[in-house]
């Protein structure tokens, strides 16, 4: 090249100056930790005896980190990491809010519980194949779904957590295990190429990713962008990610073949990452298009709800019942969205968190269940109320829970959503949600009638059973009803961190002023 | 150009669905594989195709003489050519393994994890 003299660029300008202080680390340790304690793994893949104590060191220090980033957001709103320090919107930010922030710590309990549980259900085999590792990328992966602002870098996050639970679902290389693995993988393929396509028409039309600058450009947008076509495919790929009828059939084909201690961190966490992408889409970047879509969401969350209870009725395995359970909850989830005010969506992330806990903590039981009783078919379970009765009381909690009974913490987001979609007069939705409650009860109530009241069945199912751990059992159970239980019996602060999450959904401006605090607001 | 390669993307795309739609596994993946291409064009057509006109701003000015393509888009498929080929690899592997452990590459014979006529689950006791 000729040498061209110039001067040099001066980029300050376009930098942020000040230092990153200490405690702003906060908004990247849950990814970052992860990431780091999944690539040390890698490392020492081969002494399995280490996996678990690094693992258990990790998810500590990621729950910690997500706990005071909460209370951070809580209490000064929004925190912004900007990479790289090039100014948004040309570097990549993390944004973390009341809603990421929530849903990060919620799913990082839900995980550490799952990791113990882990210690009994996950033989060396499985740990050679390198089942601790894809949990810390799993749930780095979530986490960087929740926390980042970047709608390209959320692709990137969908990317990590789903190819990390290709490993997960996979582990053991059962026969059931690849054919449901083979659904999975081709349905949640499609999705997030869906979701890549919506990327580049967004960035055609908007010239920018960061989801601050989208929101704050959609206004002027409107008048000639297809922001309506960019919104429908939008709620068709999280919708399927959120497995929302008639999207679903990945979930139940392949949710009950994995590990159950697999399963529990699926139905807890991955579903609820297409929850909190559709909601960050249709509050913060379209709220819009949303209003004019509530009529389709709504019939969606209907459909979802019903037939996903119904879908659980049908079933005699108890971890397909628990699957469907699952999608039904999905369905609770999108009616705040459908509804979209204030008290609504309050009403949907409380849910969500409600859901994270219990959906885990539902499949962990049903392990449990398995242990005691040798079976997950509800033609051969039987008996347990008698020999294991405090599985029984744990299982009595599952059921007011997921079914919205009090004292659990099902009881208060469905009182929120009920009351929001009065409000809205969305009477089809009240009615769906009262119904799909009630069905799923029965479902729930039926498991519980079977399995516990019922005399045993099969006596030469004794030899399958084994006593349940009192840590890595009944322990990791109680440790996800604690919150549970205290939704349930005193809501008031995690209302109230609902509604702020809410609040920060509905009105974004807080949230693009924190984006772009240092260029003076807009 | 653009418009030719506009309509060799809606050409890749309907390929795509068309073979996606199919029952054989196989058939699956290759739509699967054409699917992530035709995006990656999808994304690159967007960001404009022009040749020899560098994105490089001038000295003394803020903004770019004339049109040029965008290098972000290309940036982006990149990413997503490496993130679609690791899937596709893993895909061709377990549709292998699914083969093998199945004996069939047709998803309406694929009923392991969901078998077929498992009645009702008990009506009493």
Redesign the interface.
Known sequence: MAAVT?APVDTSAALVQAATSLLDWVVIAPVALPILGGALLMMVRHRTHLHAAVTFAVLLATLVSTLMLLSRVVGDGALVMTMGRWLPPFGISFTADVLGASFAAAATFATSAAAVFALRDIDATGRRYGFYPFLLLMIAGVNGAFLTGDL?NLY?WF?VFV?SS?GLL?LG?E?????????Y??LN??AT?VF??T???L??VFGTLNMADIARKADGLRENGPLMTIATLFLLAFGMKAAAFPLNFWL???Y??PRIVTSAMFGGLLTKVGVYALLRTFTTLFPVERAILSDVIAVVAILTMVLGALGAL????TRRIVGFVVISGIGTMLAGLAIGSPLALTGTVLYAVHSILIMTALYLVVGLMREAAGSFS??DL?GLYRSHPLLAAMMLAMVLAAAGLPPLSGLWPKVVLVKAAIEGNAWWLTAAILVSSVLTTIVLG?VF??AFW?PEQDTSLRSQTRPIDAVAGYGTVFVLLVPAVWIGLWPEPFLHVAGLAAAGLSDPAAYIGSVFAAQGGS | METALTALVGLFYVVSIYL?LSRH?IR?LLG?AI??NA?NM??FT??RIMREVPPIIP?GQSALDGVTANP??QA?IL??IV??F??FA??LV??Y??YQ??GTDD?DE?????PEG?????LG?
Request: aromatic residues 10%.
């Open positions: 110039s390209f990137v990317e190819i290709f996979i290389s026969r059931r295990q690849i054919d449901g693995a083979v659904k993988a081709v393929l499609i190429t890549l396509i990327i580049g028409y960035y055609g139940p084909a392949s009950h073949t049908a079933q005699s395995d509800l033609h039987g039926r009638a079977l019922r | 996606m596994i699956v699967i699917f992530g995006v999808t994304i967007a960001g000295e972000l888009p982006l990413t997503a993130i679609s690791s899937f893993f895909l377990l549709a393994r699914a452990e199945l998803t694929m009923r392991i994890a969901e498992e009645g009702l689950p008990p006791y």
